[in-house]
């Protein structure tokens, strides 16, 4: 998120960057630079681009509550101006599992697959990105616009995703969603795209996760956020005119 904000603004892009701080207990497996990463605000960001003669905002927001849509593009267009980029990064990321097995084999904490989990889950990588789509096409269709776009991220969802089952399926239903937005939304100037980012390192990446994905044939690449942002303001600029219903798979 936070290199995506600062790509897009080093294109010229005025932003509007959301976050949110956890409640919930950190799992003593986490590092303490991810730890730390998700308790901070976006203040960073915003004065980084700020700093660098460009436009930002950041609003704390809870996606899993579906008034948020609304009032986040309320906030944009009252201070930024109308929204032609949308951009669906945030995850309301919770790891379970149908097993018995309670940690994964980098020493992290699962949980059974429950109500709690999945509802967490699919909040806010499969409702939020849906009820956003849906108010960013509204208000881009009302006030006559031509031109938007429109970036989810992915994990590779519809393959399964072994100890991450609800992320996995909360980001295959939110692929979905982008595909019918890329046919729907064609004819009002609008493109659609997901991107499905390698392994990056906002914080969390270990020792043994290196090791994993140096040893893997899934991945073959560890990350920055600074890298995948970089994908992202491609798919958001003039140059992807004719990119639109693809998932982007980065290596």
Do not use: C
Request: glycine residues 10%; without cysteine.
């Amino acid at each position: 998120g936070a290199g995506t904000a600062r790509a897009l603004a080093a294109n010229g892009v005025a932003v509007l960057s959301t976050y949110l701080r956890p409640a919930d207990p950190p799992d003593p497996a986490q590092r303490e630079e991810y730890r730390t990463n998700r308790a901070a605000t976006a203040d960073r960001v915003v004065g980084d681009i700020v700093a660098a003669g460009g436009r930002a905002l950041a609003m704390e927001a809870d996606l899993s509550d579906p008034a948020t849509s609304a009032a986040l593009f309320d906030r944009a267009e009252a201070d930024l101006g109308p929204v032609d980029i949308l951009v669906n990064n945030a995850s309301g990321w919770v790891q379970d599992t149908f097993t018995p097995v309670t940690t994964d084999r980098y020493g992290r904490t699962m949980r059974g697959v429950s109500y709690e989990t999945w509802s967490r889950q699919f909040a806010v990588d499969a409702m939020a990105p849906a009820l956003l789509i849906a108010e960013f096409a509204r208000r881009h269709v009302a006030r006559g616009a031509t031109w938007g776009r429109l970036i989810g991220l992915t994990s590779g969802g519809p393959a399964g995703f072994p100890t991450e089952v609800s992320y996995g399926a909360a980001k295959a239903a939110q692929e979905n969603y982008v595909m019918s937005a890329a046919q729907e939304l064609a004819p009002y100037g609008i493109t659609a795209n997901i991107v499905y980012p390698p392994v990056t390192d906002t914080g969390w990446v270990n020792d043994e996760v290196r090791r994993a994905v140096a040893e893997g044939a899934t991945h073959t690449h560890i990350a920055t956020g600074e890298e995948v942002g970089r994908v992202i303001a491609y798919l958001a600029s003039e140059a992807a005119d004719l990119i639109s219903g693809s998932v982007v798979r980065m290596r």
